[in-house]
């Protein structure tokens, strides 16, 4: 085996400097990747593939965006596309192995310090899905690789701490670690002969000027790395995949912004003034009417026993006020403009040979539903995503099919020109992409762990205990309907069923829980079916999927 260790290095993109440690890691070296792999081809035969993973993004926010609009109308647009769960990390391992929590083993945010296995990055790493993330058998079968940004909750380092292992499949790994939730004063990583080399990237004096702050931004160094690689990647033989995993819009996580003034948002300096400044919207313009759901009565939510009688209410906090709402909204809005400017330059860097794709790793809410700041339900602020895709042989037009980021996974690997591995749950939306009425699934299934079992969650500073408060559940997706499965008894090894279900065919949102509506209940009936066909899918690791858990979602 090799050795991982922290080296020194020239600086980084945007101005980083590096330290030395004396820290050493062994770096994991893996043997072929399960199936057969094909060998390694030229671009002339297999293409590039580009994905922009935004972090929180909401559907309110697509229409700030003029690159979602420009890929909306050269390429695919999948308005039925969800998570696994709304939540970082667990979202985030789905997406990498095209498998579900239960497989994944990742249910959580963090590992409370080590001390619970169930989140995180020692879940993603004690559960074997580094070595099962499709990135392994691309690079395997000839790609070269890329990361660049937010990879996963407590993968990180800090001066005086041991270093993460290099984690295999990634021909380069510019992992940006978490202190980039503010804005400014972070490291990343590099990999050079599985040494890690970190590269500090200073903030500059609250003194210095706006262009100054906006060249040290995270957003702006997780660019930079981004178009850097396109450009090597386009002047090789060898096609290349490159993950660009941006934190905008997320909040910052510390209660003090970097410089004074920084709202819970923070964008760009260049982005924080004139009514322009929110993107194709005025800001303005951007107001409670945008976020469906808001201001609605919640006490017609409370969840149902199969009885119909009134389950334990659990969204009892208070509701975000409308003027928090908006100036959080508004913000977020500010923050995803330096996103649209590097997903533009993107698409004007990469050649006709590349897909290029946009999704986020879950939504966010700002007071629908009676609820607070965050994220983590099954309501559709909180699970739908956009997801677009651009390139050659792809259709434009809106899709029918009903995906989820578990398909992703085998997507990259039929574009690859490999078969997908067994033991992903998600299906290729490869045929979909060059025939747009292609309908093959049908309902999305998400999975939820409560946050109380692990605790010291990121967001906690500003979402307070309301990702504590939402039960664990069970939930399937329609593009008409959701009925969700809640656990409401907190305790473990201890469950208290409460359902939900909502038709969106008369509203855009959980307007009213009508689990016991005798007018639903062959809708009703049909999604508890589905609801018992997922239970029995249990595989858990590289287990092969059956073909019944694989059709569940048709």
């Known amino acids: ?18 330290t030395p440690d004396d820290d050493v890691r062994p770096a994991r070296v893996t043997g072929t990747a399960i199936g057969e792999l094909q060998p390694a081809a030229s671009r002339a035969t297999r293409p590039n593939i580009v994905v922009v993973m935004l972090d929180d993004f909401s559907m309110d926010l697509v229409q700030t965006m003029r690159s979602v609009q420009r890929m909306r109308k050269a390429g695919a647009s999948y308005p039925h596309a969800f998570v696994t769960d709304s939540l970082c990390c667990v979202s985030r391992s789905s997406f990498f192995t095209g498998q579900y929590p239960h497989q994944t083993g990742v249910r959580t945010n963090t590992s409370n310090q080590g001390t619970s296995m169930l989140g995180g990055w020692p879940a993603f790493d004690t559960h074997g899905n ?47 670690f978490g202190s980039a939730y503010d804005g400014w004063d972070f490291a990343s990583t590099s990999v050079v002969d599985q040494r890690m080399q970190i590269t500090q990237h200073p903030a500059p004096p609250a003194s210095a000027s706006d262009a100054a702050k906006d060249q040290a931004y995270a957003g702006t160094v997780i660019g930079d790395l981004a178009l850097d690689f ?35 948002f923070p964008p760009m300096f260049r982005d924080r003034e004139g009514q322009r400044s929110c993107g194709r919207v005025s800001c303005a313009k951007l107001t409670v009417d945008d976020l469906p759901g808001y201001g609605d009565e919640r006490a017609d939510n409370r969840p149902r026993t199969r009885k119909g009688k009134k389950a334990r209410a659990w969204n009892t906090a208070s509701t975000l006020p409308a003027a928090a709402a908006v100036r959080d909204l508004r913000d977020r809005a500010r923050m995803a403009q330096s996103a649209d400017r590097l997903v533009t330059k993107l698409l004007a860097s990469v050649g006709p040979d590349t897909y290029v794709v946009l999704t986020s790793d879950n939504g966010f809410h700002l007071g629908q539903n009676g609820l ?21 042989g792809v259709v434009p037009g809106k899709r029918k099919e009903v995906t989820s980021n578990i398909d992703l996974a085998p997507t990259f690997e039929e574009m690859a020109g490999l078969v997908p591995a067994p033991f992903r749950s998600g299906t290729s939306l490869a045929p979909t992409l060059g025939q747009p009425a292609l309908v093959r699934q049908s309902y999305a299934f998400l999975e939820h762990t409560q946050q109380t079992l692990t605790g010291n969650d990121p967001d906690a500073a500003f979402t307070g205990s309301e990702l504590d408060r939402i039960p664990s559940y069970t939930a399937v997706r329609s593009r008409t309907a959701l009925l969700v499965r809640l656990d409401l008894d907190p305790r473990p090894r201890k469950t208290s069923w409460g359902y939900e279900f909502y038709s969106y065919r008369t509203s855009p949102f959980e307007k009213k829980n009508n689990v016991a509506n005798p007018r639903r209940r ?26 019944a858990c694989r059709t569940v979602t048709r």
């Not at 060898?238 to 934190?247: G, N, Q, R, S, W």
């Not at 062959?522 to 997922?534: I, P, Y």
Request: glycine content about 12%.
């Open 130 to 176: 580094p070595e099962r993330a499709f990135n392994v058998r691309l690079q395997e079968s000839g790609y070269t690789t890329g990361f660049v940004g937010k990879f996963l909750n407590e993968y990180e380092w800090s001066p005086g701490r041991a270093l993460p292992p290099v984690v295999p499949g990634w021909s380069t790994f510019n992992t940006v």
């Open 372 to 392: 607070g700041r965050g994220k983590g339900t099954p309501y559709d602020t909180d699970v739908r995503v956009p997801l677009l895709i651009t390139g050659p």
């Open 1 to 18: 085996m090799g050795a991982c260790l922290l080296a020194l290095t020239a600086c980084g993109a945007a101005g980083g400097t590096t």
């Open 522 to 547: 062959d809708e009703v009936a049909l999604l508890m079916g589905k609801l018992a066909a997922f239970d029995t899918c249990r595989e858990k690791g590289d287990e092969a999927v059956s073909e």
């Open 230 to 264: 396109v450009a090597n990647g386009e002047a090789a033989d060898a096609p290349y995949f490159l993950e660009v995993a941006l934190y905008a819009p997320h909040n910052r996580t510390q209660p003090k912004g970097h410089y004074p003034g920084d709202p819970l």
